[in-house]
């Protein structure tokens, strides 16, 4: 596979996981009634947003094509989070939903830093560094409402 075809494969996957965090966020600030946990989840938002701004200027300043998620998916994360907090909407099972949630970007992200590395252009993996950095921080700052 030509790099080219490797940048386009890693930044989607940086733009998908990015917009599955806005999308996931932002379902659950309508679902929580906790001020200071809201004021958590906002300022995870604006970083998943940033992050997702910044893999769509990538992509297209590499004349690449943004590949979002599907409506399916769309579809599936809205069911899966809102029949997750039907029984329990509490700010500790949220929370536990969001640590599960970010350890399974951190694995995603391992696993692509380890299959690009050295194939990809610097700036891409950085970025990719960039949201694994920011998932494990996530993990740290959500313990603290279980």
Do not use: C, P
Request: charged share 25%.
């Amino acid at each position: 596979m030509d790099q080219s075809n490797e940048n386009a494969q890693l930044l989607n996957f940086v733009y998908q996981n990015s917009q599955m965090g806005v999308d996931t966020i932002t379902e659950l600030m309508d679902i929580t009634t906790d001020d200071s946990f809201k004021e958590r989840l906002h300022d995870q938002l604006k970083e998943y947003r940033t992050i997702h701004d910044r893999a769509a200027r990538m992509l297209e300043a590499n004349g690449f094509n943004e590949e979002g998620l599907s409506a399916f998916e769309k579809i599936r994360t809205y069911l899966m989070i809102n029949f997750q907090t039907l029984s329990d909407d509490s700010v500790s099972h949220i929370a536990e939903m969001l640590i599960v949630g970010s350890t399974m970007g951190i694995i995603q992200a391992l696993r692509n830093i380890h299959r690009y590395s050295g194939k990809v252009e610097r700036d891409i993996l950085e970025l990719m560094e960039y949201l694994r950095n920011f998932e494990e921080n996530n993990v740290e700052r959500f313990k603290a409402w279980l």
